[in-house]
Antibody, heavy 122, light 110 residues
Framework: EVQVLESGGGLVQPGGSLRLSCAAS????????MSWVRQAPGKGLEWVSA????????YYADAVRGRFTISRDNSKNTLSLQMNSLRAEDTAVYYC???????????????WGQGTQVTVSS | QSVLTQPPSASGTPGQRVTVSCSGS????????VNWYQQLPGTAPKLLIY???QRPSGVPDRFSGSKSGTSASLAISGLQSEDEADYYC???????????FGGGTQLTVL
């Protein structure tokens, strides 16, 4: 059974940093792209960042480019999101999502985690 | 402001057929497949329709998708109370070099 489980969320002050992690199991991790998708309180879904199966290609939404860094460790089946210079508008539930293909473009997410809450507030 | 446009709400009575629209542009829906996600209250999103009109295993055939030009639609026939959820369309955008979502449609079963 495919499973993805996020961790690392919490309360952080504006300008601070936080690192999210996602543990994957139940599939050949290195052969699928992975993403982070977030949902602000009472709002819709917003794609944040993605990484190809090998980790050689990364993608970012304009809202986070230059502040967030996505990475993966295929030896440990883990995905990470390093978030720096956090702002109040980054407050959201962050979901880890598995892609249906090796690379990110033009595909879809076929499995999602339950999400981890990130709150940016003083 | 979402790149793809969906109506914020839709409703129907049990047994009815309802449709949810998703409007985009040539850089997204006009040139790339559309996918739909269902988010039940308090839960994570779930893949509902992929590549315009394909259903993953386990999704009832009451759910169907279609695409024409720069618009797409999700249809739900034989509406049931458990269909009450938020529905999101998504597609790759060639100009933004990323995936974009619609703002979501909250479906109420009356």
């Amino acid at each position: 059974e495919v499973q993805v489980l996020e961790s690392g969320g919490g309360l952080v002050q504006p300008g601070g940093s936080l690192r999210l992690s996602c543990a994957a199991s139940g599939f050949t991790y290195s052969t699928y792209a992975m993403s982070w998708v977030r949902q602000a309180p009472g709002k819709g879904l917003e794609w944040v960042s993605a990484i190809s199966g090998s980790g050689s290609s990364t993608y970012y939404a304009d809202a986070v480019r230059g502040r967030f860094t996505i990475s993966r460790d295929n030896s440990k089946n883990t995905l990470s999101l390093q978030m720096n210079s956090l702002r109040a508008e980054d407050t959201a539930v962050y979901y880890c999502a598995k892609d249906e293909d090796y690379d990110f473009w033009n595909g879809y997410w076929d499995h999602w985690g339950q999400g981890t809450q990130v709150t940016v507030s003083s | 402001q979402s790149v793809l446009t969906q109506p914020p709400s839709a409703s129907g009575t049990p047994g009815q057929r309802v449709t949810v629209s998703c409007s985009g542009s040539n850089s997204n829906i006009g040139s790339n497949p559309v996918n739909w996600y269902q988010q039940l209250p308090g839960t994570a999103p779930k893949l509902l329709i992929y590549t315009n009109d394909q259903r993953p295993s386990g999704v009832p055939d009451r759910f169907s998708g279609s695409k024409s030009g720069t618009s797409a639609s999700l249809a739900i026939s034989g509406l049931q109370s458990e269909d009450e959820a938020d529905y999101y369309c998504a597609a790759w955008d060639d100009s933004l070099n990323g995936r974009v979502f619609g703002g979501g449609t909250q479906l109420t079963v009356l």
